[in-house]
């Protein structure tokens, strides 16, 4: 999916979490949490992914509203970072966060609203093309309930 950088709204830590929570099912308050279940891990690594490089806010801003410290807000983005390249999966993922979020942005600023597109209509994949691990796990069950209510 291309994406103009030049006409990329400035989103907030909140929609990126926001969005977050749709996808992964988790609450914010449970994002923010000091658990540390894998699952949980992981999907919080996304969020500070996805916030970092579409909110420009700093890792100490970041690590302030995730209650962490900086260096776990580096440590997570760069672990993501590394999945990313590895493996294009993980870009969807990201993909996915930061398009949700760009439709929370829109939704609450009252502007343009787009249209929530279910997840596989827009990357043309089954629940099936994903690990059944970690937050692949989340997104495996979001394509199966759109499916249900389509």
């Known amino acids: 999916m291309a994406f103009d950088s030049n006409l ?4 907030m830590i909140a929609d990126v979490m926001q969005a977050t929570v749709e996808l992964t099912g988790f609450s914010a308050d449970t994002l923010r949490s000091n658990k540390r279940n894998a699952d949980l891990s992981e999907a919080r690594q996304f969020l500070m992914y996805v916030a970092r490089k579409n909110t ?3 890792f100490p801003q970041l690590g302030r509203a995730l209650n962490r410290d900086h260096t776990a807000i580096i440590y997570g983005v760069r672990k993501v970072e590394r999945l990313v390249q590895k493996d294009s999966l993980f870009a969807l993922v990201c993909e ?3 398009e949700r979020a760009e439709q929370i942005y829109y939704h609450r600023n009252g502007g ?3 249209t929530e597109t279910p997840f596989a209509t827009i990357y043309g994949v089954s629940a099936s093309a994903f690990p059944k691990t970690g937050i692949f796990k989340a997104i495996q069950q979001k394509i ?3 499916a249900h209510c389509g």
């Open 8 to 11: 990329r709204p400035t989103i």
């Open 56 to 58: 420009g806010k700093s």
């Open 96 to 98: 996915a966060i930061r």
């Open 112 to 114: 343009m609203t787009k």
């Open 144 to 146: 199966k309930q759109e």
